[in-house]
């Protein structure tokens, strides 16, 4: 697998399309077809890092093949379990959301998550908490 395949397969774990990338990263939808076409062999250091920043990709993986794909050491566990990531993207945003809260934020968050969880399974038991820290 080379640097384009690479890159297209962030992209595509991303759920971005060819624009979306370009546009966030601040290129043209062709370069970002051209460096995973194999076209730019050498992508410029500055350009990999906000690819692999976008799309939550381990920057060494991206330019060497080396390591992991995912940036995120649970995701990297959970594509090792399944074989694929089975994480969406906006699984991948909580996590990231959940991690820059407060304690008590992640407390509220966790139990909001939880009492939703049980009023979309119908289930009568008892919500349980989480202790505020």
């Known amino acids: 697998m080379n640097i384009g395949d690479r890159v ?23 370069a970002i077809g051209q460096i995973e076409n194999g076209m730019t062999k050498s992508p410029t250091a500055e350009n990999l890092y906000k690819i692999a920043c976008k ?6 993986w991206l330019i060497t093949g080396k390591g992991g ?8 566990l959970d594509i090792a379990a399944t074989g694929a990531s089975s ?4 699984e ?21 998550a939880k009492a939703l969880r049980y009023d979309e399974l119908g289930e009568p038991e008892e919500i349980p908490t989480v202790k505020r820290a």
């Open 8 to 30: 297209k397969r962030a992209r595509e774990a991303a759920e971005l399309s060819l624009a979306e990338l370009a546009r966030t990263i601040g290129v043209s939808r062709s």
């Open 55 to 60: 799309t939550k990709t381990n920057l060494d």
């Open 69 to 76: 794909m995912a940036k995120d050491v649970l995701l990297q």
């Open 87 to 90: 994480m969406s993207k906006d």
């Open 92 to 112: 991948g945003d909580l996590i990231e959301v959940y991690r820059k809260l407060s304690p008590s934020a992640k407390s509220r968050l966790l139990n909001a």
